[in-house]
Each structure stands twice: as structure tokens, then as C-alpha cells.
């Protein structure tokens, strides 16, 4: 296969951010679009050097230049357009996070997906990063084996979507999946492990209290606290604050361990930072050696045509890179189903440990 063709299902911001991402592979194209809003499907048909638009999902899975299908919808479609595709036209899948916002729809998506034949990929962007997928690569080596990792994301509300849907925790699975199912990812990854304990105090403080869509008053949590107890023994901690946009770095991460400490630090969209504070910040990694004492900062820059193709440093295009090899018959699967199922059951279960003040044993 020499150009893998793209169907891409909801066409609002984080769907313009894949086309962009996808415009830049040498062997992508996307050749159909479907979103219920008619214009911003049109929008993305022209993003995309002239998609067809697609007026239905059923009219996209039949277009016959089809290869893979990318889902960036509403969280809580992604299950039934995932069941969509399989009865349909089984096809390669890429689908954003989350996996599913229902705990019931755990078993159906293992069932549904059960000796599937084609690759299914979560997209779990921050992965990618550079100074993420850095860190990941250097922690072992620069901690001596990780004894407390910490995520801190501090960052801006979460933006306007059509039909308001991120305002409610029934669409969205709540602020603990919704969002943060990224971070659980990558401390799974980081600390090569598994939780078997959650521990949480989240909540809404003071992001859309005084907003009212069809008389009724958003629920989405705006800041968190999240503790995770692993299997071999190291902890973990999410801080999350999503009234923070102000801030020079969005995520910061840090592992410790017996040899030093290991940082990423990563700013947020560059279309967001004030143009009279000058260029926008350059990611860094640095480490901290117990003896002899650091630290020893890196930048770590993000190609600029790359940070112009959407707000997650680069990440969107390096997963795309990936997902086109394995479509094409190259690679493996980097975050499988089990993964994406994975960190929204995390998600979920620190969503129940902040709503009843106990912890949640996995």
C-alpha cells in the first residue's frame, strides 16, 4: 500500500488537528469526511486538499477509497460508531481517547474487538511528546528505578464544543476520564507497572458554575488531587488544575529514584501564550543526579511546522507516523485496546474514590 486513505469521523478542532497531522505523512491522505454539522464538515473537506463529504457514517464506511478510519467524536459515541465499523466495513481504526465513558462497555468493546483483523490504535497523543517520549526513554537510567512519579497539568478551562457536550460528566465519562486518562497512560508506561490502588479529591471549583445549557448547570470537575498506589511499589501523583492558564509549562513530570530525579516540562498551545511575553516556551528536560549533584537542563525543541499542525507538541504527527506504518503492513500497535481500556478504568475508579472519599482497590 503505497497512500493509506483516510476516513475521518467528526470534523470539529481535535478532527482539523489530525487532518493537519495527517497532511504531513508522505503516505496519507484523508478521502472522506463525516461530522452532523454540515459546515464544519465542508470546512475539514477543504483542509483536507478536497475530501468527499460524507452525509452519513454508513455513507463513509461504503466510499470506496477507504482504508482506515479515524474516530474524533464525542466521547460518548465512540463505542456505538466503533460497533458501527465492525459490523459495516472492518477496517484499521484509530479512535481518540477515551475508549468508552461507560464501565458497562468494557466487556462489549473486549467482545466486539475479539480476534479482530485489523489494527485498533487509542490515541493517546501525549505519548509522543518529545520531552515525554524522552523522559520515558532516559527515567530507568537517570532514577535508578522509580520510586514516586508526579504528573502536574495546569492548564485552561476546557474550550467551547459544539452542543456543549464537555460541559456534563454523562457525556464526557468526567474531568478524571475525559482528560486525564492520558496521565494514567503514561505512568503505566513510565513505571512499567500496574495501579492496584486510587485515591482521590477532585471537584468543581470555578470553571462554567454560572453557565446553563437547557436549564441545566455543568458538573464537569475543574481540579484534582489523584494518588496511585503500583504493584512493585512505586507511587504516583496527578495534579490537575484547570484554572491555571497563566503558567509557563502546562504538564510538568518528575520520577524520583535512589540515583536522581528525572523532569519534562512541557508548555501548552503556543496560540495560547501571550505574544507580548515573546516566543513561547521550549520544552526542557533536565536531570538531577544525587552525586553529583545537577541539574543538567536540555532543551528538547518541537519542529515548528509540527507545533503550526496543532496544540500537543508535536505528538499528533508522530502517532499518526506510527499508526500509517502499521496500516501499511509495518510496526505493531503502540496502544492497543487493552491500554485505552485500561486508563479510563482508572479514570473511573478515581472518579468513585473523589465522589465517596474512599479509596478504590483495582
Known amino acids: 500500500m503505497d497512500t493509506v486513505n483516510y476516513g475521518l469521523i467528526g470534523c470539529g478542532m481535535m478532527g482539523r488537528e489530525h487532518i493537519l497531522n495527517i497532511n504531513l505523512l508522505p ?86 474487538f475479539k480476534d479482530y483483523p485489523h489494527p485498533v490504535w487509542v490515541a493517546m497523543e501525549y505519548r509522543y511528546m518529545p520531552p515525554v517520549a524522552a523522559l520515558i526513554a532516559q527515567a530507568e537510567q537517570a532514577t535508578g528505578g522509580i520510586k514516586m512519579l508526579t504528573i502536574r497539568e495546569h492548564r485552561f478551562p476546557f474550550l467551547p464544543k459544539i452542543g456543549d457536550w464537555n460541559r456534563f460528566n454523562a457525556n464526557t465519562g468526567g474531568t478524571l476520564v475525559e482528560k486525564c486518562c492520558h496521565f494514567f497512560d503514561l505512568m503505566r508506561v513510565i513505571l512499567q507497572d500496574e495501579p492496584v490502588r486510587v485515591m482521590a479529591s477532585a471537584g468543581q471549583s470555578l470553571n462554567h458554575i454560572d453557565e446553563r445549557y437547557d436549564g441545566k448547570a455543568p458538573d464537569i470537575w475543574d481540579n484534582g488531587y489523584v494518588i496511585l498506589d503500583f504493584a512493585k511499589g512505586a507511587r504516583a501523583m496527578l495534579e490537575l488544575c484547570m484554572f491555571a492558564e497563566g503558567s509557563k509549562y502546562q504538564e510538568e513530570i518528575s520520577a524520583v529514584g535512589p540515583k536522581g530525579k528525572i523532569e519534562a516540562l512541557v508548555p501548552g498551545p503556543g496560540r495560547f501564550w501571550p505574544q507580548l511575553l515573546g516566543a513561547p516556551p521550549v520544552p526542557q528536560m533536565i536531570i538531577s543526579p544525587r552525586a553529583p549533584k545537577g541539574p543538567y537542563v536540555s532543551e528538547i525543541p518541537v519542529d515548528p511546522t509540527l507545533l503550526e499542525a496543532g496544540d500537543h507538541n508535536g505528538s499528533t504527527f508522530y502517532q499518526h507516523q506510527r499508526f500509517n506504518a502499521v496500516v501499511r503492513g509495518e510496526g505493531e500497535v503502540e496502544v492497543t485496546l487493552a491500554d485505552g481500556a485500561k486508563a479510563v478504568a482508572i479514570g473511573m475508579a478515581a472518579q468513585e474514590s473523589a465522589r465517596t472519599g474512599q479509596a478504590v482497590t483495582l
Open 27 to 112: 503516505q496519507g491522505r484523508v478521502s472522506v469526511v463525516y461530522d452532523p454539522v454540515a459546515e464544519l464538515a465542508e470546512s475539514a473537506a477543504t483542509l483536507a486538499e478536497n475530501a468527499h463529504v460524507a452525509g452519513s457514517i454508513e455513507e463513509l464506511l461504503a466510499f470506496e477509497n477507504l482504508d482506515a478510519v479515524v474516530i474524533v467524536s464525542p466521547n460518548y459515541l465512540h463505542v456505538q460508531q466503533l460497533q458501527q465499523i465492525v459490523a459495516r466495513r472492518p477496517l484499521p481504526i484509530l479512535c481518540e481517547k477515551p475508549l468508552y465513558t461507560d464501565p458497562a462497555d468494557a466487556p462489549v468493546l473486549e467482545a466486539l
